[in-house]
């Protein structure tokens, strides 16, 4: 079993900042891809940013230039720094991790965070 704990989410001003984390526990082997994704109110959920464990990184188009992804695979651990946040940045954010238990054989399973919120004021 492996179980995500997301972090850092609250209410903030237009154009303040956040940072939220999400850290991984239980039965891990290795951590693959580590992205974030939101939901905002009444719309599907979009993924925001991913980074691989190469440290290459994958960014939505509306938020390029604000936020930044990053990882520390020691404390198994992904960041995303959000700044200059918009009340179109309002949304449920949830961390998603490609997750293997074991070794052998290596396989990679999708784990999702319960989701932090995020609220921003105009």
């Known amino acids: 079993q492996v179980q995500l704990v997301e972090s850092g989410g609250g209410l903030v001003q237009n154009g303040g900042s956040l940072r939220l984390s999400c850290v991984a526990s239980g039965s891990i082997f290795s951590i693959n891809v580590m992205g974030w994704y939101r939901q905002p109110p009444g719309k599907k959920r979009e993924l925001v940013a991913s980074i691989n464990n190469g440290g290459s990184t994958n960014y939505a188009d509306s938020v390029k230039g604000r936020f930044t992804i990053s990882r520390d695979n020691d404390k198994n651990t992904v960041y995303l720094q959000m700044n200059s946040l918009k009340p179109e940045d309002t949304a449920a954010y949830y961390c998603?991790?490609?997750?293997?238990?074991?070794?052998?054989?290596?396989?990679?399973?999708?784990?999702w965070g319960q989701g932090t919120l995020v609220t921003v004021s105009s």
């Open positions: 998603n991790k490609q997750v293997a238990s074991t070794p052998i054989p290596a396989i990679y399973l999708a784990v």
